[in-house]
């Protein structure tokens, strides 16, 4: 399993991949923290919000050329996050 940018593989963390991989393959819908923390740690979410935080900002770090003005993974405010295509 990995992630291509531009042709060049992207290191990920294992979290940071099934994270990545969820709303690839779901690209364009919007997934709340609840849900992506249940999704990826296959247990309910209690404070979630920063652990998913953290990792969203890390793979930004590595996947866009301006992690501040995300082109690919988007915040969608009040609901949650996706990948656009």
Known sequence: KEVLLHGDAVKL???????TELLMVNAGRVFSIRDIYERVWNEPAYNAENIVAVHIRKIREKIETDPKNPRYLKVVWGIGYKIEK
Do not use: C, D, V, W
């Open 13 to 19: 963390t294992p979290i940071e991949f099934k994270i």
